[in-house]
């Protein structure tokens, strides 16, 4: 199989023995039981995978070998092996991607005791602490919402959720949209402003414990695809949590938020290529023995199909070598450009946007390939076509995504 070509060399050993370790995870925890994750509407099974993946000791990968951490933050080895478990499930791969990725490792790049010491020993216990990145809002006519809020440009004045210091506290008020692992996670960090006329330097990020005071949830939301990961709007009624929650402090808050994005668009094309790479494993199996036409010949052998299964191999082979280089370039700041820097975003965006719609092609011709078998839940190739479409819109979008990349070539005001 191609895919295990992976090029060694560009990995420690550590880094191998992890991405092996997701593999495996896949194969005996999430592949027997993916099909029943569209019926797991308590969230049952989704939890049980989630709870075996910290019993792993995947959790602790991120934090600081002082408390039992593995002190590990390459880009590289975590989009690796969130493309292989998001080859099982990429809603799985989402809330593990975005709690390590997005919530916990700023915490242990900003050296932020409070949350370390609160959360990080806990992770380091293997217990389940499952975080959640809240940056998306509603919006309304004059703008604000979703890209509004990425959107470099605009310099986080979109962001409608207020932060105000009152004596030793961050008192937060506002709402937000859509955050994955909402209203199931332990720790959330809230993208805030405690003045949108400041600019950047007005981008709070704060972390809020689930039981503060003030934060409720709305009902989750009915989705297409991608029902491992939750969704629900999240209220900030209020909310005070100690000044020690804050990220890091002003304009260096803007910078992780920055950062956050760009990472979060290579992890992005991770799960896509893992979504393909299940769909395209899925159309060779079934290709290989149903046999149509006059000739008595297997799909695959009809060159109308060889040539579609090619352009399949073409894009994932390309897709995942475009994030990959992106992942070890973001891990290479001395040499690349600062991990929040314009060029960083604009070759994250440039994978993202390429490897979305490899999966959205590829899912999409396996299930043509496969007839109305591709349409049907025991064949597997309709859950990859549903989880992946979202992971394009997510983000950005294959549109504020281009605007990025264009941003690395020259100055853009949109
Ligand atoms: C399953 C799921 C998980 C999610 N996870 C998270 C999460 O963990 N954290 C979080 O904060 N959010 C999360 N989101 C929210 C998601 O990132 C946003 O919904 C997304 O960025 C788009 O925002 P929007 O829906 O408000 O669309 P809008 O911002 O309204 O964009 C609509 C359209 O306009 C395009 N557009 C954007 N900017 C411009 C421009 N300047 N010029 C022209 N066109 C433009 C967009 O590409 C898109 O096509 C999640 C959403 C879903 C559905």
Request: glycine residues 12%; negative net charge.
């Amino acid at each position: 199989m191609y895919r295990d070509e992976l090029v060694k060399e560009l990995f420690s050993e550590g880094d191998l023995t992890l991405i092996d370790m997701a593999r495996q995870f896949t194969q005996e925890t999430i592949l027997p039981v993916r099909q029943k994750i569209d019926d797991d509407t308590e969230h049952v099974i989704v939890r049980e995978i989630l709870e075996n993946l910290a019993g792993l000791g995947f959790l602790r990968a991120v934090w600081p070998e002082e408390i039992g951490g593995g002190d590990v933050s390459s880009a590289l080895m975590f989009t690796a092996a969130l493309e292989e478990i998001a080859r099982g499930d990429a809603g799985i791969a989402t809330a593990i991607g975005i709690s390590l990725g997005w919530v916990f490792l700023p915490a242990v790049r900003a050296g932020n005791e409070a949350v370390i010491n609160d959360f990080g020993r806990r992770c380091c216990q293997d217990e389940l602490v499952i975080g959640c990145f809240c940056m998306t809002e509603a919006g309304g006519p004059r703008g604000g919402g979703g890209c509004d809020i990425e959107n470099v440009q605009l310099h986080g004045t979109k962001i409608g959720t207020r932060a105000r210091l009152e004596g030793d506290n961050w008192v937060l008020e506002g709402q937000k949209m859509w955050a994955s692992n909402s209203g199931i996670a332990d720790l959330y960090l809230v993208a805030a402003t405690t003045d949108p006329a400041a600019g950047d330097d007005g981008i709070a990020l704060i972390y809020v414990p689930a039981d503060a005071e003030g934060l409720s949830f709305g009902k989750f939301e009915n989705k297409a695809g991608l029902q491992s990961d939750r969704n629900c709007p999240v209220f900030l009624d209020g909310v005070s949590v100690p000044k020690g929650y804050r990220l890091s402090g002003p304009g260096t808050d803007a910078e992780y938020l920055h950062e956050n994005l760009t990472v979060g668009r290579i992890a992005s094309a991770a799960f896509s290529i893992g979504c393909a790479q299940g769909a395209f494993e899925a159309v060779l199996e079934f290709t290989k023995d149903r046999v149509v036409g006059v000739s008595g010949k297997p799909i695959r052998q009809h060159s109308i199909a060889a040539g579609m299964i090619a352009d399949m191999a073409i894009g994932i082979e390309t897709a995942r070598t475009a994030y990959l280089m992106a992942a070890y370039k973001y891990d290479r700041p001395e040499q690349y450009g600062a991990r929040h820097s314009i060029a960083q975003l604009s070759r994250a965006s440039m994978a993202k946007v390429y490897a979305t719609e490899v999966a959205i092609s590829v899912t999409n011709r396996a299930m043509e390939l496969m007839g109305s078998y591709g349409y049907v839940r025991e064949y597997d190739v309709e859950k990859y076509w549903r989880d992946c479409k979202i992971i394009q819109i997510w983000e950005g979008g294959a549109q504020l995504g281009r605007f990025d990349v264009c941003r690395g070539y020259y100055d853009l005001d949109i």
